[in-house]
């Protein structure tokens, strides 16, 4: 199998980070199956390396097995330290 992704961030002012990753992931002997993936956080500079980041993550199963959804949705909330 084969992942084709993207990563993208980008840094505003006050520190303000942006991050977001998305993937697909098809399967080469079955053209009706394949999943994928994105996430985006922000992370909010609180004190010196200590930030506070809230997040969202969504999977997508095309055929999933019986009993079980297609597409789930997370949404995150953190503490985050950063080493530089």
Do not use: C, M
């Amino acid at each position: 199998g084969s992942v084709f992704g993207e990563t993208y961030t980008r840094k505003f002012v006050h520190g303000i980070l942006f991050d977001q990753q998305a993937g697909f992931t098809p399967a080469w002997n079955d053209t009706s199956a394949y999943s994928a993936f994105a996430s985006a956080a922000l992370t909010f500079p609180v004190y010196h390396r200590f930030g506070f980041t809230l997040g969202a993550l969504d999977n997508f199963l095309n055929s999933p097995p019986p009993g079980f959804k297609k597409n789930s949705f997370q949404f995150t909330v953190g503490a985050t330290y950063s080493f530089q």
